[in-house]
C-alpha cells in the first residue's frame, strides 16, 4: 500500500511519526549526561542505573521509530516488547530503589527484578509470533502466538509505578518541608508527572490511537530531563538553591 507521497505505507505528512525519532536522540543525549555524572562524582550507582534505564528506554523508541517509518520487523518487534512493553520504566525505578533504599535491600530487589526480566524476555523470543496480526506500522502485542507471555507485563509495569512514581512523589512531599530544597520538590513533582504519561498514552494505543503514546514519551522523558536538572541544581533551579550538601533524590 502506498502512501500518499508514494513511499510504502508510510504517510511522511503525519508529523508524529517522527517524534519517537526524536525521543530517541533525546535520550541518548539524557543517558550520556547522567552517566557522565555518575563518571564524574566517583559514586551514586543510582545514576548508573538511570543512565542505563534512559538508554533502554530509547531502545524502545527506536523500534517504534523504525516501524513508523519503515515498517514491522520480527526482529524489532521483539527488541520493542521486550525494552518498552516489558521493561518500560523499570530500569529507571530500580534507580530509585538504589537511591531511596539499603545498598543491600536494592541489591536483593534488582536480582529479582532481573530474574524475573530474563525469564519474562526468555519467553518473548521463544514465543512464535503470528505476522498477520501485525499492523504494518504499529507494534502490538496481540501477534504473540503465546498470549500468556504478555501476563508478564502489568506485573513489572507495576513494580516501576510504585517505585519510580511512589519515589518521586515520596521525595518530593519529603522536600517540600524546607524552603531550601523547594527545587528539589519541583524536580520531583515533575518526575512524577513525567513518569506517568508514557503509562496513560499506552492506554490510548489499546484504542488504535498509537499517536498519543508518541507523544507522550516525548512529553514525559522532557519532563523528567527537566526535574533531573532541577534536582541537580542546574541554571533552570531556584537561584542560589544550596544543593552542594544535598543528596538528589531523583534522577
Not at 118 to 127: R, Y
Amino acid at each position: 500500500m502506498l502512501a500518499p507521497n508514494g513511499v510504502l505505507g508510510v504517510d511522511m505528512q503525519n508529523p508524529v511519526l517522527y517524534l519517537p525519532v526524536i525521543t530517541t536522540l533525546f535520550s541518548l543525549a539524557f543517558s550520556a549526561a547522567l552517566l557522565r555524572r555518575y563518571l564524574t562524582r566517583g559514586r551514586g550507582p543510582h545514576l548508573l542505573v538511570w543512565a542505563i534505564g534512559v538508554l533502554v528506554y530509547g531502545v524502545g523508541t527506536f523500534t517504534e521509530a523504525f516501524t513508523s517509518v519503515v515498517g514491522w520487523h520480527e526482529g524489532i518487534f521483539r527488541a520493542w516488547y521486550i525494552s518498552g512493553a516489558l521493561l518500560g520504566g523499570a530500569p529507571l525505578a530500580q534507580g530509585t530503589v538504589y537511591l531511596l533504599l539499603r545498598r543491600k535491600t536494592a541489591n536483593v530487589l534488582t536480582a529479582c527484578l532481573v530474574t524475573v526480566v530474563l525469564v519474562a524476555s526468555a519467553c518473548v523470543l521463544a514465543s512464535p509470533v503470528n505476522p498477520a496480526l501485525a499492523e504494518t506500522h504499529r507494534l502490538s502485542g496481540k501477534v504473540l502466538a503465546w498470549p500468556w507471555v504478555r501476563a508478564f507485563s502489568p506485573f513489572i509495569n507495576t513494580y516501576a509505578l510504585i517505585f519510580l512514581v511512589g519515589g518521586a512523589i515520596y521525595s518530593a512531599v519529603r522536600f517540600s518541608r524546607r524552603k531550601e530544597t523547594h527545587h528539589r520538590f519541583v524536580g520531583n513533582v515533575l518526575i512524577a508527572i513525567g513518569a506517568l504519561l508514557p503509562g496513560i498514552g499506552g492506554a490510548f494505543t489499546r484504542f488504535g490511537y498509537v499517536e498519543v503514546l508518541y507523544v507522550t514519551e516525548l512529553l514525559g522523558l522532557a519532563l523528567i530531563y527537566a526535574g533531573y536538572r532541577f534536582s541537580i541544581g542546574s541554571p533552570f533551579a531556584a537561584p542560589g538553591a544550596p544543593v552542594a550538601q544535598q543528596r538528589p533524590a531523583s534522577p
